[in-house]
């Protein structure tokens, strides 16, 4: 995921630093959904949609984690 944001924003990106305050648009916030969803093979829908989970590397990993933990055929999922 860092490689992805550090070749399309041309800048090296740090696990936590600030996206949003470094100008990253909502546009590229959809680009970033379209990445995570078919890299990792999650949905991202609804209240996961919020900016605070695209703010920061760590904020994403811990997004695609949680939903790689929850999403159909994961533990629990009947």
């Known amino acids: ?3 992805f944001l550090e070749v399309r ?3 090296p ?8 305050a470094a100008g990253v648009s ?3 916030v ?3 959904v379209t990445y995570m969803e078919g890299t990792y093979g999650i949905v991202i ?3 996961d ?5 695209f703010r920061t590397v760590r904020a994403m990993v811990t997004l695609v984690g949680r939903l790689l933990d929850t999403g159909p055929g994961a533990p629990g999922d009947h």
């Not at 990106?13 to 949003?20: C, F, K, R």
């Open 49 to 53: 949609l919020m900016m605070e989970n």
């Open 9 to 11: 924003t041309k800048n």
């Open 1 to 3: 995921m860092r490689t």
């Open 45 to 47: 829908a609804g209240p």
């Open 30 to 32: 959809m680009e970033l």
């Open 13 to 20: 990106i740090e696990p936590d630093d600030d996206l949003a």
């Open 26 to 28: 909502s546009l590229f």
